[in-house]
């Protein structure tokens, strides 16, 4: 059928307060034109990011009634447990509070001064925590990976030469490999099974382990049913198996495709390392039976790792990315290709050619759609990857702004509205300015940053 219809019925509803575009105006000048300075009752549409927004369903949410809440031993952490090694096979399985907790934990172990992590590309938080363990993160990814007009199956491949010359040449500095599915930040891009398996065989030959930052696990097994040859008659679990066998360890954000609004976990073979991370997880984040979550946090991820690789769901999620993708390709908005699971990415610097990547043209088309229609979107470009440890600053690879589409939260309508929003920028996109920073942190400067406008 032409129509995409959610595959659940909207049990319960919070309404949206509707604000006008003077009011809108004033509120993002007074958050120095930083979408994550807004106050979210000031957002119509909030597609700032899928991490943690997710609607829970009717099961998870009467699974938090049997969440026990024991200090040590919860049979809530045991159900957990169970859920991830039913699709992760791994011998040690640590929650944490959310993904970047599990970073910070694994790089402490493994990474340090002088080390470099390669990935195909790390996303913020984990470029963040590899550079505070003294550590280098290396960008791998495939040259089609930078090619927003690349209808490549699987942008978000690494570059498997790459990494093969960088471990001959360097093994004695790489603790560990990395391989993020999906690739957020180049465009929610999947990763293709081939290349997990040219990856596994480099990792190996090299004796190096492969963790996969695998908070989108779901999205792109699903993408490899449907795009990558020998897989069409494979089920999702199926898929998610094959991939985590092949890894040594992960670390995962829950709050993506675990339909959850809190939580995480590391989960990896070694013992040794899984002896220090509890020994850390102690000190940081809790006992290792709660690692920071309270045990119906716990019960609700085991729940939504059932639900997330259900393939009516999946088949809803992924078309309804292309609705948004394929609507805004017909007004001629460029974007990334082809659309990924979880989000659409506007090719900002191409919207925008008058404003030089050193003004931000994907902060100004976020500020503007915020202006435009209470559409609160992230920029993924110069201001969040610009900054060089070193201080100084260039352009990112690419401006994007990032509509993150939040897990069984919005309707068709909702995405339409958005659609026509975006059409009315288009008209007058010639007029928007660029921006510059008057302050900013030493780290994640994107968070909390203040701008003002280039007139």
């Not at 595959?7 to 319960?12: E, G, L, N, V």
């Not at 943690?52 to 009467?62: I, L």
């Not at 990814?141 to 960088?166: C, R, W, Y």
Request: hydrophobic share 40%; proline share 5%; charged share 25%.
């Amino acid at each position: 059928m032409k129509t995409i219809i959610e595959p659940f019925r909207i049990k319960s509803v919070e309404p949206i307060r509707v604000t006008t575009k003077e009011e809108r105006g004033t509120l993002i000048q007074n958050a120095g034109y930083n979408l994550f300075n807004l106050h979210s009752d000031d957002v119509m549409i909030d597609l700032l990011t899928d991490s943690g927004t997710s609607a829970m369903s009717a099961a998870q949410w009467s699974g938090i009634m049997q969440g026990d809440e024991s200090y040590a031993g919860s049979p809530s952490f045991y159900r957990f447990e169970r859920a991830v090694k039913d699709l992760m096979p791994f011998k040690h399985v640590i929650p944490t509070h959310q993904g970047r907790a599990a970073e910070k934990i694994l790089f402490t172990i493994a990474a340090g001064s002088g080390t470099k992590v390669p990935s195909n590309t790390h996303f913020d938080t984990t470029r963040a925590n590899v550079e505070m363990a003294g550590a280098e993160p290396v960008d791998l990814v495939i040259a089609e990976g930078k090619q927003p007009e690349s209808e490549h199956p699987f942008k978000g491949n690494m570059d498997l030469e790459a990494l093969d010359t960088l471990l001959t040449a360097e093994r004695e500095r790489i603790p560990i490999v990395m391989l993020t599915i999906t690739n957020n930040t180049g465009g929610g891009q999947p990763v293709s099974m081939e290349n997990m398996r040219g990856v596994r065989e480099i990792c190996s030959r090299h004796k190096v382990p492969l963790f996969f930052d695998a908070c989108r696990f779901a999205e792109n097994a699903y993408l490899i049913k449907t795009r990558e040859p020998g897989y069409a008659e494979t089920s999702v679990p199926e898929i998610v198996r094959e991939i985590f066998s092949l890894a040594d360890g992960m670390t995962m954000s829950a709050k993506k495709d675990a339909f959850v609004n809190i939580g995480g976990w590391l989960a990896l073979n070694d013992d040794d390392w899984a002896e220090q991370a509890r020994n850390m997880l102690i000190l940081t984040e809790g006992f290792p039976t709660y690692g920071g979550l309270a045990g119906r946090d716990l019960e609700a991820i085991a729940i939504g790792l059932q639900e997330i690789v259900d393939e009516d769901y999946l088949r809803y999620r992924m078309a309804s990315m292309q609705y948004l993708g394929n609507a805004l390709t017909q007004m001629g908005v460029p974007i990334v290709k082809p659309v990924g699971g979880h989000a659409v990415y506007i090719d900002a610097r191409s919207l925008l050619p008058h404003i030089p990547p050193l003004s931000y043209p994907g902060q100004s088309l976020a500020v503007a759609l915020y202006e435009e229609g209470g559409i609160r979107a992230c920029e993924i470009g110069t201001v969040m990857f610009g900054k060089q440890a070193d201080g100084s600053e260039k352009a990112a690879p690419l401006d994007l702004v990032r509509l993150a589409v939040p897990r069984r939260v919005y309707t068709q309508s909702h995405v339409d509205y958005v659609i026509e929003c975006v059409e009315n920028l288009v008209a007058r996109k010639d007029e928007l300015p660029g921006y510059r920073i008057e302050w900013q942190p030493r780290f994640l400067r994107h968070f909390t940053a203040r701008f003002t406008q280039e007139r």
